[in-house]
Every structure is written in structure tokens, then in C-alpha cells.
């Protein structure tokens, strides 16, 4: 099973700062990664998807993937209230039987 | 509206009660998923269904049981309800590929 590390936070962030969310994994197979944001109270629904090294960017988003370091990222630019959310990371599927496991989440706070 | 709906959205049960959780999707999705959500604890899967026809535990299956009743439906049935079954319950559907998972909106039971 592939596992996975997040901080449990809360990451508390300014208005306008960027946010900085970090996941780390165990399976050096693992090619691809989602992310997921959960309101509270809601369901997840995913918002980024990566699957090479580097960086990929979405609107204030930006996915960074560091396959030798086994660690994934995920910034926001320009954090909005509206970005309070919890954080979860998933890896993708790497061929064979595909199990998703979830990270617990790191819980952001964006403070006006 | 294309996605998962699930139903009940909330229940509470008495200890020992039965219930069935109900899923079904319209995405024509071939995965489908169950997960638990608890404080602290992250998601935790609790079976699957690869394809029509197939079911498989996950994480945390006992004291529960799923049947895949045909590409659109997936349910999940507490048979004796324990308190320790208290939690939010997320049913998801996936593509093959890399096209992350699309949650229902969740089942809030409470077993008391």
C-alpha cells in the first residue's frame, strides 16, 4: 500500500501570502499525484493533477513534484479566505492494482 | 447533474441496527469506492469494486459489506451497527487512468 505523509497543520497564512503545502510518499513507483481540497463539512474534490517531475501551474495553483525526494508540493499564490481548507494528497495509478490511499490532510487558514 | 450521489445524507442508528448505504453514479465510471472519514484519521478505505462484478476489502472492511449491483450502484451495509461505526462515510467513482476520483457528497452516521 502506498503511503503517504502530510502535516496535520493548521498552516495559518496571511491574506495575499503564499501557502506552502508539502506530502511525502514511500513508493518510489509512484508516478502521478493528486491533489484534493475539503471544505469543512463537504466531500473532497480534486484540483490538481501532476505526473512528471517539475512544476505545473493552474491559475493561483501550482503542483511541484520531486520524484528523487519523494515529495510533492502544492502552492497557492495570492491566498484568498476562501482557500481555508484542508489539503489532501493521493498518488496516482502506477500500473498493476491500484489502491488509492489518501494523506490526512494538512489544514489551511487563510487570516484576512 | 453528472456525479456521485449518495443516500442518506445523514442517520442515526441504534446499536446493533442494520442499514444500507446507498451509491450510484452517472459518469459511467468502472471504479468505485467507499471510504470513512473520522477526526484525525484521515480517509480510510473500506472496500472497492475495480469493475462490474468485483469487490475487494480495503483498509478497514470489518463489520461491513458491499455489493456492486450492476456499473452504476455500489452499496455499503453495516449488518450490527457499533459506535465505533460513527463517522462520515464517502462514496467515489473513478475512470481508469489519471482522472482523479469524483466524492458524493457524504453520509453523516451517527450510531448511538
Known amino acids: 500500500q502506498k503511503e503517504v505523509e502530510q502535516n496535520s497543520g493548521p498552516l495559518s497564512v496571511p491574506e495575499g501570502a503564499i501557502a506552502s503545502l508539502n506530502c511525502t510518499y514511500s513508493d518510489r513507483g509512484s508516478q502521478s499525484f493528486f491533489w484534493y481540497r475539503q471544505y469543512s463539512g463537504k466531500s473532497p474534490e480534486l484540483i490538481m493533477f501532476?505526473?512528471?517531475?517539475g512544476d505545473k501551474e493552474d491559475g493561483r495553483f501550482t503542483a511541484q513534484l520531486n520524484k528523487a525526494s519523494q515529495y510533492v508540493s502544492l502552492l497557492i499564490r495570492d491566498s484568498q479566505p476562501s482557500d481555508s481548507a484542508t489539503y489532501l494528497c493521493?498518488?496516482?495509478?502506477?500500473?498493476?492494482?491500484?489502491?488509492?490511499?489518501f494523506g490526512r490532510g494538512t489544514s489551511l487558514i487563510v487570516h484576512p | 447533474n453528472a456525479g456521485v450521489t449518495q443516500t442518506p445524507k445523514f442517520q442515526v442508528l441504534k446499536t446493533g441496527q442494520s442499514m444500507t448505504l446507498q451509491c450510484a453514479q452517472d459518469m459511467n465510471h468502472n471504479s468505485m469506492y467507499w471510504y470513512r472519514q473520522d477526526p484525525g484519521m484521515g480517509l480510510r478505505l473500506i472496500y472497492y469494486s475495480a469493475s462490474e462484478g468485483t469487490t475487494d476489502k480495503g483498509e478497514v472492511p470489518n463489520g461491513y459489506n458491499v455489493s456492486r449491483l450492476n456499473k452504476r450502484e455500489f452499496s455499503l451495509r453495516l449488518e450490527s451497527a457499533a459506535p465505533s461505526q460513527t463517522s462520515v462515510y464517502f462514496c467515489?467513482?473513478?475512470?481508469?487512468?489519471?482522472?482523479?476520483?469524483?466524492f458524493g457528497s457524504g453520509t453523516r452516521l451517527t450510531v448511538v
Open positions: 501532476i505526473y512528471s517531475n
Open positions: 493521493a498518488p496516482g495509478p502506477s500500473g498493476g492494482s491500484y489502491i488509492p490511499t
Open positions: 467515489a467513482s473513478s475512470s481508469q487512468g489519471n482522472y482523479g476520483y469524483t
